[in-house]
C-alpha cells in the first residue's frame, strides 16, 4: 500500500495544533488553578477570521496567521488564548442583554485584558504602553469596580472608542451567541451552564493553592464573582417554580406508532389521542417587596421591575393564568398592587412612584404576604423577593414560601437569617439606557 505524504496544509495544521498545545502547556505552568478551563476549548480552522474567535465550545483559528505570529511573537499566542478562555470563564459570551455593540465587546475586551496585565505571570507579561496604563488609571478611578458591565457604562461616556478598540482588540466575537439565539438555543445554554461550573472549579483551585500573587489573583476571582451573580439571575428566578399539570402536549408520553396506526385505520380517526398535560416548572404566584427606604431610587425600581417581569415571561416562566403582587415598603406596607399581565405591569410602570422612604422594617411584607394566603389570596406561593439596600430589621421565624433577598450594595452577612436566600445585584445593569 502507497504511503501517504503529507501535503504542506497537512503539515500547516500539525504545526499549528502542536503550536496550540504548547500554549496550553506554558499558561498552566503559570496558571496551574484554570488547568480546567485551559484544557475546555477544542481547535477549529477558520480561514475567515483573522487570528482567533471562540463560542465557547471550539476555538476557532486562521492557520496562516497563527503561523506567522508563533514566528514572530509566540509569547503573544498565549494572550490570544488566555484572553478567548478568561472570556468564557467570565460569561461575557452570555451577557450582552441589551447592550449596544462594538461598547459591549470592547468593554469585555478590556475587563480582560486589565486581567491578564494584573496576573503577571512570565507566559503573558508584556510592557504595557503609555495609553494601556493611563487607561487602566482611569477605570479604576471612575468605574465602580472592574468588569465587563461597569467599564461598558463607563465607555458610553468616552469620545476615543477607536482608540481604544485599537488598543485593546484581540479576538473576533462573532460566534458570541446572539440574544434570541441564546434564549432559544439549548447547546448555547448547556455551554454557560458547563462554564460556570468551570468557573467555581477555578475558584476552588485557586483558594487551594494559597496566596501567592495576591494582586494578580484578586483580579481574576474579583472577575469571576463579579460575572457570577449577572450570569445567574434568570436561573435564579428558577428556583421559585413549582410543579404542576398544565394543557401541553407531552412528547414523553405520546405514543406515536399506535396514533399513525390509527389514522391509516380509522382515514381521520386516531386511535389514542395524545396527552394533553404535562408536569411544568414555571411560577404561577409570586411577590416582589420594593425596599422605599431614601437609598432607593425611582428609575432604578422601575427598571428592575421591567427587567424581573421580562425574564419571567420571555422565558416561559410563567402559567398561562399568574398572579403577581408588587409591595411597597419602608417601615410599613405603602402599596400593593397586582399584576395578571403584561397590559398591566405597563401602566404600573408607567404611572410608578415610589412611596415611603422611612426606615427599613423586613418584618411588615411577611406578615402582610402571611394574611394574604390565610385569605385565599394565594394558594400557591412560588416564594418572594426583597428589592432592598439591606439595611432593615429582619424576621426571625421562617416562611412557609421561599424569599430571598435581593442586594444592591455591600450588606452584613451575620444579620441575614438563615433561611434567606440571598443575591447580590449590579445597579448599574438597571440603569436606562
Known amino acids: 500500500m502507497k504511503k501517504h505524504i503529507q501535503t504542506q496544509s497537512e503539515w500547516e495544521q500539525e504545526m499549528v495544533q502542536k503550536i496550540w498545545q504548547l500554549v496550553i502547556s506554558e499558561l498552566h505552568i503559570d496558571l496551574p488553578f484554570l488547568s480546567i478551563a485551559l484544557n475546555s476549548l477544542e481547535f477549529k480552522e477558520n480561514e475567515t477570521i483573522s487570528t482567533s474567535a471562540t463560542n465557547g465550545m471550539f476555538l476557532y483559528y486562521n492557520c496562516e496567521k497563527i503561523l506567522s505570529l508563533f514566528k514572530k511573537n509566540p509569547q503573544y499566542l498565549n494572550r490570544v488564548y488566555l484572553h478567548s478562555v478568561l472570556h468564557c470563564l467570565f ?3 452570555w451577557l450582552k442583554q441589551k447592550k449596544q455593540e462594538p461598547l459591549y465587546g470592547l468593554a469585555c475586551d478590556i475587563a480582560v485584558e486589565y486581567t491578564i496585565d494584573h496576573l503577571q505571570v512570565p507566559a503573558t507579561k508584556r510592557i504595557l504602553t503609555l495609553h494601556r496604563i493611563n487607561t487602566y488609571k482611569q477605570i479604576e478611578q471612575e468605574c465602580e469596580g472592574i468588569s465587563a458591565p461597569a467599564i461598558y457604562y463607563w465607555l458610553l461616556k468616552q469620545k476615543n472608542i477607536a482608540l481604544l478598540q485599537q488598543e485593546f482588540h484581540t479576538d473576533d466575537h462573532r460566534f458570541w451567541p446572539e440574544e434570541k439565539q441564546e434564549q432559544a438555543s439549548l447547546s448555547s445554554s448547556s455551554l454557560q451552564q458547563q462554564w460556570q461550573k468551570i468557573a467555581r472549579q477555578s475558584l476552588l483551585e485557586n483558594q487551594r493553592r494559597g496566596k501567592e500573587n495576591q494582586e494578580g489573583d484578586g483580579v481574576l476571582t474579583a472577575q469571576i464573582k463579579a460575572s457570577k451573580n449577572k450570569r445567574n439571575y ?3 428566578l428558577k428556583k421559585f417554580s413549582i410543579n404542576r399539570e398544565e394543557l401541553h402536549v407531552n412528547p414523553d408520553e405520546f405514543d406515536l406508532s399506535y ?8 382515514k381521520n380517526m386516531p386511535l389514542i389521542e395524545e396527552v394533553e398535560t404535562k408536569e411544568m416548572k414555571k411560577i404561577q404566584e409570586f411577590v416582589i417587596v420594593i425596599d422605599t427606604s431614601y437609598s432607593t431610587s425611582n428609575q432604578l425600581v422601575k427598571n428592575f421591575l421591567k427587567e424581573t417581569y421580562t425574564i419571567l415571561s420571555h422565558t416561559d416562566s410563567f402559567f398561562r393564568k399568574s398572579h403577581i ?7 410599613k406596607i405603602q402599596s400593593d398592587e397586582k399584576i395578571t399581565n403584561q397590559e398591566e405591569m405597563e401602566k404600573l410602570l408607567e404611572r410608578f412612584t415610589i412611596l415611603g422612604g422611612g426606615n427599613t422594617d423586613f418584618r411588615p411584607p411577611f406578615t402582610y ?3 394574604l394566603i390565610e385569605q385565599g389570596e394565594f394558594k400557591n406561593l412560588s416564594g418572594l423577593l426583597y428589592f432592598t439596600d439591606g439595611k432593615g430589621i429582619y424576621p426571625k421565624t421562617c416562611p412557609s414560601y421561599k424569599s430571598a433577598f435581593l442586594y444592591l450594595e455591600e450588606y452584613d452577612a451575620t444579620k441575614v437569617p438563615p433561611w434567606a436566600i440571598t443575591y447580590s445585584l449590579d445597579p448599574m445593569e438597571f440603569r436606562k439606557e
Request: with cysteine.
Open 234 to 236: 434568570s436561573d435564579f
Open 259 to 266: 396514533y399513525s396506526y390509527g389514522l391509516r385505520l380509522y
Open 325 to 331: 403582587r408588587i409591595l411597597q415598603c419602608d417601615d
Open 91 to 93: 460569561g461575557h459570551l
Open 369 to 371: 404576604v402571611n394574611q
